[in-house]
């Protein structure tokens, strides 16, 4: 009975939020060794290296696959493995989504030929709280035969899980005094600006979180009556989705924004 011995297949990338625009695969992965990225975790871990979500907010996710041009086969027991040509690798169905998010392919047809990279985007907004664990549905081409392989699975040990929490406010009373507009661009890689919106002038918190709620950056702004613009610098925080508010003690308004470097 044949087995795969060598981690061969490269998982693609997930799209958060119904948007069908197709992915593109990280660069830091360029020169890395045939796998999925980010790796799996270990079983049981109490964390996941996949970014959290939370129920009713837009959601997105990126894995980058690194194809190989062969593969180690045992063909059986007891004797060396085989190194064999790989033709390609197919992604049949990502299991145990969430309810709310999807997924796409880059290539569109979810086939990924050998010594390419790829990408998965899952997106979209979930529904509801939990945590989901995925299994990739694949097939292995060598030779004129597809092997059937899930990944992470017997072959690849470890486990993904996405974690879905309850949902967030982010909207608040002060909403009738300042108006807080989304960050653009969005996503961004390094500099953003903000506009605000505000019925009356005076001091305010500007504050950014990251999707655990831990404080990443703050700082009092100034603002008038009328439209204000401030400037965030991004490009210290990991690519991933965070939280920005405007407001004074528990009084705020939040939004969401991207951070992406291609």
């Known amino acids: 009975m044949k087995k795969v011995l060598l981690f061969l297949l490269f998982f693609a990338g997930i799209q958060i939020g119904v948007t069908h625009a197709q992915c593109e695969p990280d660069p830091q992965y360029a020169e890395s060794d045939a796998g999925v990225y980010p790796l799996p975790d270990t079983v049981g871990s109490p964390t996941s290296s996949l970014p959290m979500g939370f129920e009713n907010q837009p959601y997105e996710l ?46 569109p047809d979810c086939i990924f030929p050998d010594q390419s990279q790829g990408c998965v985007l899952v997106s979209g907004t979930p529904t509801q709280a939990g945590t989901y664990f995925l299994t990739v549905k694949s097939r292995v081409g060598v030779g004129v035969a597809q092997l ?8 690849v040990g470890g486990e993904y899980k996405i974690i879905i929490d309850e949902d967030i406010a982010v909207d ?16 961004f890689s390094d500099v953003t600006e903000i506009q605000i919106d505000t019925k009356q002038s005076g001091v305010f918190e500007f504050k950014v979180y990251n999707v655990i709620g831990k404080l990443l950056h703050e700082r009092e702004v100034t603002l008038s009556a009328g439209n204000n613009t401030i400037t965030f610098n991004g490009s210290k925080l990991p690519s991933g989705m965070y939280f920005y508010s405007i407001g004074q003690g528990n009084d705020r308004v939040t939004r969401r924004m991207v951070v992406h470097r291609p």
Not at 172 to 187: H, K, M, R, S, T
Request: hydrophobic fraction near 45%; glycine fraction near 8%; charge should be negative.
């Open 148 to 155: 059937p392989v899930d990944f992470p699975g017997a072959l």
């Open 172 to 187: 608040a009373p002060i909403e009738n005094v300042i108006g807080l507009g989304q960050n653009i661009p969005n996503p």
């Open 62 to 107: 990126l894995f980058t696959a690194v194809v190989p041009d062969s593969i180690m086969l045992e063909l059986n027991p007891g004797q060396p493995p085989l190194n064999a040509d790989l033709s390609e690798v197919i992604i049949d169905e990502v299991m145990g989504l969430p309810p709310g998010l999807d997924y796409v392919c880059n290539p």
